[in-house]
């Protein structure tokens, strides 16, 4: 693109921005924003900044890990249900609807309470290698948001493999690729595209699942805003704080999103 | 397994009502986000340019914090505002009750995603149809009426229904600002009993059924919305 176009284009851009009724609501908007700025209670953001951060950093880690390992589980989930045989189709539909059944919340205390309370019972797990993981609550955050996000991601991998056009398959075993180099690159690939733009959301439903594993006493950053609401008897404050923060980084991520997007072939089948 | 019979030393009963409860909630706060998403899809669609513009702030806000934060926000906030007010106008305080806030509360939630559902079946419903209806002289009350809500039914219930499942999930978050409902009467039930697993595992077996069973509902409306229109796999 010229430079001129670019220049229009910016111009566009910023008078979708500038029109009269914006620029007024703009306005009072940071007019609310400097209110609370200046008339609630701040003081005690120099304590507690460090262990928010410490909080945010926990969020993201355990959302990126329970994101790529929940689409790990969903590729294969999503095929069985696409093209399996029926052993494989039945138990990962059941997978697929008792997790989107049943509420996250429920899943978390049943693995955290019921499971953690099942396995002291057993010597040889208490002395096994994982014991010192299977005590702390982590383990228990991960494998519940993976699962959850698994049983919805596996639902969309299935319209997305399902979704392939029948000719490319047929195309790519008239070649003579083998099972194995057809998936790898023909049905996964596309695949993948199609189940992208859903992608964006369920990574967002993610972000906003993780301040469930502050109920099973994970410190993430809603466990250090409930610290500090029990530790100053601030209602609001950190709630705001917490709920720009999450916003911000619902932002990020949907900007991070279109852009990969914008970088796959918009034509696809 | 004695311990889920709805008889005293059971603790059955605790977790129907529980159940119930939850149910109340979910129905409650449906038909409440049913009718914010009306008005705001209309808003959206036809309203003046501040309208429009407050109501993308609503729905990006809300689709963008956790269901848990606004919760916990709008819980804390909406008692108190209530109380302020009724302070001012020289009554005494109230004690909002449990049902009422998380109705309102999930409700608020629920409003802002169906504020796009609908909006997004009122486009999609031909043109012709809402022109032809002006065209008759309809006012904007019988139009609505007549039929834009029910053309946009077809298109808008596969996400309504989608709307109605995650309300009654959602209806589990209350738990943890101490309404009781059936995740919260699961945990005081293990908590006295220790038996964990059992509970835990009954309550999912209610959600499950719950969903299950309105999977069943939801398709039979589906096909009654959708008479008079050719099959979805036909069309394809």
Known sequence: ??????????????SIWLKPHRIVLILIALALVLCAAFFMRWDWLPQYWEMGLMGIWRALWILAVTCAL????????????????????APAKVFCTVIRGTPLLLQLWLLYYGLGSIFPQYPWIRESWLWPYLRQAWPYAVVALTFSFAGYEGEVMRGAFAGVPRG????????????WKIFRRIWLPQAFYRALPTLTGETVLQLKSTPLVATISVIDIFAVSSKVRQDTYLTYEPLLLLALIYMTITGILVFVFSRIEARIPVKIG | MELLSPVPPGWGYTLLVGLLHSLEIAIGATCLGLLIGVAGAFGKLYGGPVTRDLLAVYTTVVRAVPELVLILLLYYAGTDLINQVLAAMGYSRVDISGLAAGIFVLGFVQGAYSTEVIRGAILAIPQGQIEAARAYGMPPGLMLRRITLPAMLPFAIPGLANLW???????????????????LATRQAAGVTKAYLIFYLAAGVLYLAVTLFSNLIIGRVEAWSRRGMPSVKEAR
Request: hydrophobic share 60%.
């Open chain 1, 70 to 89: 929940g689409f790990a589980l969903a590729v294969p989930l999503g095929l069985a249900q696409a093209g399996g045989p029926i052993w494989f189709s």
């Open chain 1, 168 to 179: 490319q398959l047929e195309a790519a075993r008239a070649f003579g690729m083998s099972r």
């Open chain 1, 1 to 14: 693109m010229s430079a001129e176009a670019s220049a229009i284009n910016m111009a566009v851009r910023a």
């Open chain 2, 165 to 183: 499942l995650i309300a009654t999930k959602d209806t589990a978050l209350l738990a943890v600002v101490g309404f009781f409902e059936l995740t």
